[in-house]
Structures are given as C-alpha cells and as structure tokens.
C-alpha cells in the first residue's frame, strides 16, 4: 500500500511554535518518506467568526511558511481546503455516519463552545469535516498535535462504520504524534495548552515574532524557584515545557540539555533557549518575506488545488456510488 500523509494548520490565528513543534516540523521531517498532502484548513477557521481580510491574509501566510519551513512544493501537494469542494461534500455524506453523542463527547467542541451563550453548529460537526479532509486522500499517516488525537481517533471510527455498512471504501487511517513537542505548554502557564486564541501575547511565540520579542517572552516565562534545569513534568512543569521547546528547536536531547545547564540558573537556560529558537525561525522568516508577495506562491496554490481535486474526486466518487448515488 502507498504511504500517504495528510495534516493541515487552521488559519485562525498567527502561527505559534507549538503548532510548529506538533504538527509543522513532522510535515517537514516527513515529506520524503509519503506522498504526501498539506493543505490549509480554511473551512476549518469560520467555525468561530473570521475577519474576511485577515482569513485571507493568514490562509496565504501559513502556506508561505509551510514552503518557508522547507516543505518542497514539488514533491507535496500544498493547497487550500476551500478550493477542493469535495470536501465540504464528503462531510455531509460522513455526517449521515457521525452520532451525535460521540460529537459531543470532543473535548475541542467542550473546550471551545464552554461559557459561551451561542456556537455555531460548525463548531459541533467541524470533526466530521476533519474526517472527510483525511479520508478524501485515503491518508494512512497524519501527524497532530497531542490534541488532534481524539479527532483522528473519531475519523477511523467513521472510515470503519462507512466501510461495515457501504464496502470498502477508506483507509483507516493512523495518527503520528511525536514524543517530544507534541503539547507544548503557554508561557504563562503550564496546565494550557500554548494557543493562538490565548489574549495574553506573552503566553506564546509567533513564528514570525522578530527576534528581540522572542527574547523578551522567553526572559518572561513562569518558572519555579529550585533554579535546577531539570526534566520533570509532575514537579516542574514550567521548565519541563521550557526544555521540550529548547529540544525541539535546537535538536539536541533533554538529558544533553540538562547536562548542558547544570549548575546555571534559569538566565543562561532563557537565553539560550531564545537563540536556539531565533536560529531555527531566522531562515524561515527570511524566505516567508521573500515569498509572501510573489506570483509564486499563487501558482503552487493553483497547482496543488488542480492535484488534490484529482485525488479528491476519486475518492468522493467511490463513496457516493457505495452509499447508492446516481453517477455517470
Ligand atoms: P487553537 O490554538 O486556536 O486552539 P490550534 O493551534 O489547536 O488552534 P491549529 O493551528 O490548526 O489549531 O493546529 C495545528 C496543529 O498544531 C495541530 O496538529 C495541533 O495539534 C498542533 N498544535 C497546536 N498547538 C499545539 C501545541 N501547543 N503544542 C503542540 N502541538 C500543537
Ligand atoms: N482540526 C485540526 C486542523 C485540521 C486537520 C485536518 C489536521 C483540519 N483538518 C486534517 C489534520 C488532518 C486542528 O484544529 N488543529
């Protein structure tokens, strides 16, 4: 069977270095080892409103960093969800599947509908668009977040059920979580996950943070008051976060890390957990800003739109000739 690989990064807020830990640098490290599909999940982000001129500058902004991170646009397929619209139909043949009951059990939909007086029912079915996104390409492999897990969980749920009842039609798909960096803790505090949507500015590091703020959150980061650079998330969660951050950046190992800052306080550990994370975001920044304006960026846009529609179709067509659907 083919490898394939299929992940993707909501536009709904600028990119932190936790989404880049979690989901963008296994794009990278990955791509060569699938065929791979990395798209932008732009129906994703109207669950919760969007401001038009800002869902489109960050829909354009995260696929230039995706390319800026090194994913190779001639060997991965890079596109937005909103150009395939067998995505949109897919879901509304998988939500025929989807119970409600398991919908809400999601702990996102939980976390994300929690005190508020009124939340669209995207927010509610938005799992079942995730399902369709990785079904469409028959995905095996997709790299989340620690939190995407449940999501990816649900989909192979919906893929089985689907199959049981229609024939085979999906891949049961498999989630990659990596060992370090896959949940990477706000600044401010360690029991939150780091979130684009958190207000407190300081709690994360944006990708395209210049590299004299990035200094100063990190010289602003909780820690406790042993001043020992120690890996312990039950008693030291503040720099346990800080080492995972410092380890997914730098590419060094923890134990190599404590080793490293033995017997120094927090402030050289600050300082240079910061250089090793302008090190890394340095070169990406530099290629967003030489692409973020080019025709060139539209023309790998437009590309990956006419490829992922191909495969797509495919598979959409599978599923509506399953389920009984008139096709010609
Ligand atoms: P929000 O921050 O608004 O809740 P999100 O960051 O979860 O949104 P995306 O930006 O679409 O949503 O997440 C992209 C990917 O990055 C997902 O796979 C997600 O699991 C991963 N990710 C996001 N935040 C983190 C984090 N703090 N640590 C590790 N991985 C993360
Ligand atoms: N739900 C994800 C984003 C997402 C995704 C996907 C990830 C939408 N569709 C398909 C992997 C595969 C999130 O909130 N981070």
Redesign the pocket.
Known sequence: MNKRMLSG??P??DLNI??Y???LSQFVANQHDYECFFFIPDLHAITVYQDPKELHQRSRDLAALYIAAGIDPNKATIFLQSQVSAHAELSWLLESQAHFGELSRMTQFKDKSEGKDTVSSALFTYPVLMAADILLYQATHVP?????KQHVELTRDLAARFNNKYGKTFVIPEPVIQET????MGLDDPTN?????NPNQNSYVLLLDDPAVIRKKFSRAVTDSDMCVRYDWDTKPEVSNLIEIYSVFSGESIPAIEKQYEGQGYGAFKKGLAEAVIAKLEPIQKTYHEIINSKDLDDILKDGAVRANEAAQVTLQAAKRAMGFVTF
Do not use: N, Y
């Open positions: 990064i909501k709904s807020g936790g989404g830990s979690g989901s989340v977040g620690d939190d995407q960096g896959a949940r990477i996950k780091m979130s684009k949507s």
